[in-house]
């Protein structure tokens, strides 16, 4: 976890969801199969102070990076590491973000050696937050706004598809990721167990594993076939 996700509302829903100033400049799409490298909305402090809504590249590029090359394999951070990892400890120290997501895709191996994909999502449709750290790449042709995700610890009925899951910040913490004096201690806390007892775990279709699928249809329920009995609807 997590390589890959949902994020569909428009720029306006965000800003107004996360009282943000809107500086895409329309550059943001729905994406129901977010993989590595794409596009990706995310909320952060900009230099005026205020919050900002902008379109960052998923895969963190440090400022010191000779190249962007490597952002695929740092899409995520783990909670354990990042306050010692020279790569994620400056931006988790000074430059955190909110990364809006619906859901997140997570496969399970079963017995004849195919992975069953489940979507991860609110059951009331409400936005997620995952806990993200954000950085700027200056090359030579262009400048990259790159982002990862934090992972933690999977908890709960998460953990039977997963041993991770993204750290979710519910709302009343989300000014708290933001604050750039907050103690680490105090910002790397999983939800309670209660508060992600909301998420449905939904069986999906084999169609998100392309990455070249896009659409709605990627986060429908499917049945879940028994060998050798009748159709499951939930892994549980």
């Not at 550059?27 to 809504?53: E, F, I």
């Not at 910002?187 to 279709?205: H, I, S, T």
Request: charged share 25%; glycine share 8%.
């Amino acid at each position: 976890m997590c390589g890959r996700y949902a994020t569909t509302r428009s720029a306006g829903d965000l800003s107004g969801l996360f009282e943000a100033v809107d500086e895409t400049m329309d550059g943001l799409v729905a994406d129901y199969n977010v993989a590595p490298t794409d596009p990706v909305p995310l909320v952060r402090v900009s230099a005026a102070g205020h919050r900002a809504l902008s379109v960052g590249r998923w895969g963190l590029v440090p400022s010191w990076s000779r190249t962007p090359a490597g952002a695929a394999r740092m899409i995520n951070a783990r909670v354990e590491r990042i306050v010692s990892s020279r790569a994620y400890a400056p931006a988790f120290d000074r430059r955190r973000c909110l990364v809006p997501a619906d859901g997140w895709y997570e496969w399970v191996r079963l017995a004849d050696g195919t992975k069953q994909p489940y979507y991860l999502t609110p059951r009331d449709g409400s936005v997620l937050a995952f806990a993200g750290i954000w950085s700027v790449w200056d090359g030579p042709d262009s400048t990259l706004l790159t982002c990862s995700v934090l992972t933690t610890t999977a908890l709960g009925e998460l953990a039977e598809v997963h041993d991770r899951m993204p750290l979710l910040l519910p709302p009343e913490r989300w000014a708290s990721w933001l604050d750039r004096v907050a103690e680490p201690a105090e910002l790397l806390v999983p939800p309670p167990v209660d508060w992600l007892a909301r998420l449905e775990v939904r069986p999906v279709g084999r169609a998100v594993g392309d990455v070249r699928n896009d659409g709605p249809e990627l986060t429908a329920r499917v049945p879940l076939a028994r060998p050798g009995g009748p159709d499951e609807t939930t892994l549980f």
